[in-house]
């Protein structure tokens, strides 16, 4: 049973960056397709990117030209980079793992 973890958030000024981590645990990483996802106060949990086993990702049109998703497979980790954060990219992330594993998210802040 794959396990996720997620580290990284925290509070940030808009315009600054934050990067978060998504630890997996057993072997089939790099056979995972991964993904960001996001949920803020009062909305449905939406898709901000996704990567892909071939390493082909996609991000959600939100987000484009501003965060990048990675994987470390020798590491069991993905990432996101977060860059040019505004206030509306406030939620909660969370890791997902082939659609049906999630982790339990982390908080991701951007106020001044």
């Known amino acids: 049973q794959v396990q996720l973890v997620e580290s990284g958030g925290g509070l940030v000024q808009p315009g600054g960056s934050l990067r978060l981590s998504c630890a997996a645990s057993g072997s089939i990483f790099s056979s995972l397709a991964m993904g960001w996802y996001r949920q803020a106060p009062g909305k449905q949990r939406e898709l901000v990117a996704r990567?892909?086993?071939?390493?082909?990702?996609e991000y959600a049109d939100s987000v484009k030209g501003r965060f990048t998703i990675s994987r470390d497979n020798a590491k069991n980790t993905m990432y996101l980079q977060m860059n040019s954060l505004k206030p509306e990219d406030t939620a909660v992330y969370y890791c997902?793992?082939?659609?049906?594993?999630w982790g339990q998210g982390t908080q991701v802040t951007v106020s001044s």
């Open positions: 990567i892909f086993s071939s390493g082909f990702t």
């Open positions: 997902n793992a082939n659609l049906i594993i």
